[in-house]
């Protein structure tokens, strides 16, 4: 595949070195474009011998060869890390001023932004209106990773480590995809995510602690896969994508509702909700009051529908429906079996076709920014195991999904 390798002027731009060798370790034919700013972290020199091809970031170089044009025409993929706040708002506003961004304006593949800042400059207004903007048009525009950044301050900021970024670009390395094309191009892809909240009365309810940012990945990462992603959220913690059909529910059996009918059109549902199992038997019509005459209240629950294993079973009794139903399974393991065992359980339990296995805790996974899953198939083959920030594992997740989908 050839990629050109965008480099912004920031401190990371060390890091976009080891990532350029990942690149080449996998095969790919590398052009890297630095910024002039990014020359002051990192030398042409370690460009050149590292990707094997002459580095320049002038459109008077080699004019010859119409780089300014030709560059971004012929590239499958065009990769910008570290995209720092002014290239981001460069590429926002169309400008054309060196030749990163003249290849940018000529990109016909997938073009992908991995963004480095401080904290204060991901969220100004400003750059969050030009990455919305950019994502707007297509852009797949990674989200950066929490910790450290080069003063002694951390946060949201942090340019994810190259093998992330590496693992992050799964679906579009998998190719050979023509230029443009994308793997979940023409898919229907229906997501649920967050926690579903079932009312005692009308100011209480029985939550729990999913925050949706798994689904909306998962969403956002199918989207940038080029599906037409429907999103059914219950209760979430982050904003949906804006580039998905959106539908709120609040309770389970609204979530059932909304899922069944999104299925029937579906090629693939991604069952992350964190669906109640029970509701309460009665929700009170008026708020409950605390009375000292009369005995405190008793909670009778009822189950609710499992929704995953209608999924299947519809299938099953109709012979159509989605291609490919995904489940989640949130385990913690216990005394008397590991989370892969109640895993393995679950999915023969369930019927889907994959079941991405998360091991949760007190700590682990609910509203973390980086996650592991384990990736299982019917087939009990090698269960898959990929680490890193909720947006790269989910890019895993759908890149294995496009990779089991029948071609068309
Ligand atoms: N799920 C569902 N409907 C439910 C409960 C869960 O569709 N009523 C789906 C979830 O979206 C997830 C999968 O089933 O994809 C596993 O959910 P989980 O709560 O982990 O499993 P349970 O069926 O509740 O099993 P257990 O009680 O053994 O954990």
Redesign the pocket.
């Known amino acids: 595949m050839r990629i050109v390798l965008g480099v912004g002027g920031g401190i990371a731009a060390y890091k976009a070195a080891s990532l350029l060798r990942l690149f080449k370790e996998a095969g790919h034919e590398v052009t890297v474009i630095p910024t002039e700013a990014a020359g002051k972290f990192v030398g042409r020199a370690t460009w050149e011998a590292l990707s094997g091809n002459p580095v320049s970031n002038s459109v008077f170089d080699a004019v010859e060869t119409v780089n300014h044009v030709r560059l971004g025409q012929e590239a499958d993929l065009v990769v910008v890390a570290p995209a720092t706040a002014d290239l981001l708002a460069r590429a926002a506003a169309g400008l054309a001023s060196d030749l990163l961004t003249n290849t940018l304006l000529m990109a016909r593949g997938t073009v992908v932004m991995v963004p480095a800042m401080h904290t204060e400059m991901w969220q100004h207004p400003a750059t969050a209106a030009n990455v919305a903007t950019l994502r707007g048009r297509g852009t797949v525009v990674m989200e950066p990773a929490v910790g450290r950044l080069t003063g002694p301050d951390s946060g949201p900021g942090r340019l994810p480590e190259p093998a992330e970024i590496f693992d992050f670009l799964a679906p579009y390395l998998a190719g050979p995809l023509p230029a443009g094309e994308l793997p979940l191009q023409g898919r229907r892809v229906l997501v649920?995510a967050g926690g579903t909240r079932e009312p005692l009365d009308p100011v209480r309810f029985l939550g729990n602690r999913s925050s949706g940012k798994q689904g909306v990945a998962l969403a956002r990462a199918a989207a940038a896969a080029g599906a037409d992603v429907h999103l059914v959220a219950a209760h979430m913690d982050v904003p949906a994508p804006e580039n998905v059909e959106l539908t709120r529910v609040e309770t389970?059996l609204q979530l059932?509702e909304a899922?069944l009918q999104a299925a029937a059109g579906a090629d693939v549902v991604i069952?992350?909700?964190?669906?109640?199992?029970f509701r309460p038997a009665q929700a009170a019509g008026t708020k409950i009051k605390k009375r000292d005459d009369a005995a405190d209240p008793v909670l009778t629950l009822v189950?609710?529908?499992?929704?995953?294993?209608?999924?299947v079973t519809r299938r099953e009794e109709h012979d159509a429906g989605p291609e490919l139903i995904?489940?989640?399974?949130?385990?913690t393991g216990d005394a008397e079996a590991g989370v892969l065992d109640?895993a393995r359980?679950?999915l023969a339990?369930?019927g889907?076709d994959l079941?991405v296995l998360n091991q949760v805790g007190k700590d682990l996974v609910f509203g973390q920014d980086s996650t592991t899953v384990t990736i299982l198939d019917r087939d009990g083959s090698e269960p898959e195991t990929v680490s890193g920030s909720k947006d790269a594992t989910a890019a895993a997740i759908i890149g294995r999904i496009a990779g089991e989908l029948k071609p068309r």
């Open positions: 649920t389970a059932r899922t069952m992350a909700a964190a669906v109640a199992d189950r609710n529908p499992d929704i995953l294993r209608e999924l995904v489940g989640f399974a949130a385990e109640y359980q679950k339990r369930k889907c079941l």
